[in-house]
């Protein structure tokens, strides 16, 4: 089955440590993007990619970093310059990045920083 | 620049009731709106959406959403609410002006909730 997986699901890490986030995709498809969900805000982007080997900061990128080696890849670090890191993480790609392709999402994960 | 804005952060219907979740946006350039739901702890799943052509979209598990321009609204409606329908629900707009992403732009979220 064709689709988008993150791990690890749940993610636990003490303050001023980094930690990368796995995002791969089956789909075959050009843009990826990365969401952060915190309660009452809905996602906000922190980057996307809208082809391998390039990537751009969304509206919310301090503290956070990415690479698009891969077509399938787009995984995110959250470095210790996160004032607040501790959030649910959404990773989505689609066709195209152009505005009228559906996104699809992977399963999240939820990182916990004390 | 695009922004969206959902009116009620929670909603509580009871089972068998009306669905209304309301969306309204702003956009310099005609929009591509979504409606995406998002069950605890998962990830979001297109519920419909709109680009272009009728203005009703039917979209999955028996709801739809009337684009109206005049009002820039988008707003979505269940003619009966099942507790399956309990989740979290986004209205999005793409952002399709001269910067030209892909980039959505979401509301902050709606929560259903649907009494027995």
Redesign the interface.
Known sequence: DGG?T?SP?YLFRKEGQNVTLSCEQNLNHD?M?W?RQDP??????IY?S?IVNDF?K?DIAEGYSVSREKKESFPLTVTSAQKNPTA?Y?C?S?T????????Y????T?LTVT | AQSVTQLG?HVSVSEGALVLLRCNYSSSVPP?L?W?VQYP??????LL?Y?TGATLVKGINGFEAEFKKSETSFHLTKPSAHMSDAAEY?CAV???GSS?????I????TTLQVKP
């Open positions: 988008i993150q699901k843009a993007y969401y009452g805000q809905g996602l906000r982007l996307y809208q751009q969304g649910f959404l989505a689609s195209g990045g152009y505005g009228i392709n559906k996104q999402f992977g399963p999240g939820r | 952060s591509y979504f995406y702890n998962q990830g979001l799943q297109l959406k680009t986004f793409s952002d399709l030209n992403t892909g980039k959505l979401f509301g902050q979220g």
